[in-house]
């Protein structure tokens, strides 16, 4: 199969005759576990849970110019993060950097590639300008209003980073204070902080600058030990070619995604996928979305039932996946709670089959991915080095000879 992201790879088994060895390396299995957002829930507050305007990391003479983040947090969640052991860690940011911030037609300013950009390259590492709590809201201690808490931690920032802020956008125009509305343009989600599980936010100086289309290209990931988001590339990108995230649902119809982001951001999204006339990318994005939830629920009891069904075809499985891999790879969704079950079940029936050349192309591929989402391969490195040691080695031919799965 071709495709700028996977190359070339066969979808016809090629089955292996030479013994395998004892199996020790588990194919991975199950969602991701990333800093994904979750709901917005206010919890409880303590006695002494006073919503807080705070510089974190604190300052470190050894470290005079490290960037520091303005922070409306919790008091206990500030107690929970500077007692981390380490924290924070240093920055470790890409060196020669690959993008540049420029004037884009119609959008105002974008980032853009600066040299080619491999799939689950970091491009961008930064301390955000501000983080916040989604819902701002006050305690007994805590008179102000929602806006004053964003208007004072604005205040409080460097000289710099206070013009950074005020140079991003605000689609808000006067329906709120500048403060919040650029805050409310330009703010990332991400997962809690620690004793805080719900939805946060950061405003970041470039990360922030990445504008919108429904194929992003990058993904972005909060790092709480360097306090820092990151933006990886989910997709080749070119030099010259611009740096797009996401801001909304993905699998959504073109004219619900549409709808939220001109209420939401006051833009009409123009990429390709809106831009269409054709009904496809929404027929693909619904296929997929329905067929991956599907397949979560199923986990591999559909493999396992194939494995030890000799009469079964031995194609039965990878036919099923690969539609769905060629909708991703149209659609340039390669999405970290889609893409790791379609190739979870390639990989493993590859391997059931003892075709150790499919198993090698797709299991490195998918360290590939694995890395956009997380600074790791996932485990799909050794199964790219060892397909024969793997749990899921020649369980097909086990099967035939009388030792299901």
Known sequence: MKGELLGEASSRPKLST???????????????????????????????????????????????????????????????????????????????????????????????????????????????????????????????????????????????????????HNCKGYTRPHETGISDTNAVAFGGLPGYDADCTAVCKDISRANHSCSPNVDWDWRLESFTFELRACWPILKGEEIFGSYTGLFEPRIERRKFLLERYNFKCVCTSCSSESPRSDVNRMVLKNAT?????????????????????????????????????EEKLFRPHVWPIWFQRIIKAFCALEDEENARFWAEKAAKLSRTAMRNDAGWEAVAKAPKNTDWWGLRAKARNGYPA
């Not at 994904?36 to 006073?50: E, M, S, Y």
């Not at 004037?103 to 974008?110: D, I, R």
């Not at 491999?118 to 201690?141: A, F, K, T």
């Not at 996946?321 to 060629?326: E, H, L, N, W």
Request: charge should be neutral; proline fraction near 12%; glycine fraction near 6%.
């Open 18 to 168: 030479s013994p395998a060895p004892r199996p020790n390396i588990k194919i991975p299995s199950g969602p991701f576990k990333i800093n994904g957002t979750r709901t917005a829930v206010i919890p409880t507050l303590g006695p002494n849970d006073a919503l807080i305007m705070t510089t974190l990391p604190l300052y470190d003479e050894s470290r005079p110019n490290d960037p520091r983040t303005e922070c409306i947090i919790l008091q206990s969640v500030k107690d929970k993060i500077t007692s981390m052991p380490g924290f924070p860690e240093p920055i470790d940011a890409p060196n020669p950097k690959k993008y540049v911030i420029k004037p884009t037609k119609g959008k105002g300013m974008g980032m853009f590639a600066t040299a080619d950009i491999d799939v689950g390259e970091i491009i961008v590492v930064e301390r955000p300008l501000l983080i916040s709590m989604r819902r701002l809201y006050g305690g007994p201690n805590n008179w102000q209003h929602p806006y004053e808490f964003q208007r004072i931690a604005v205040e409080r920032m460097e000289e710099q980073d206070r013009e950074e802020f005020f140079a991003l």
């Open 293 to 329: 939830k599907s397949a979560w629920c199923d986990g591999d009891k559909t493999l396992k039932d194939w494995v030890n069904n000799p009469s079964a075809p031995d194609d039965l499985i990878i036919a099923r996946c690969m539609p769905m891999i060629a909708i991703m790879l």
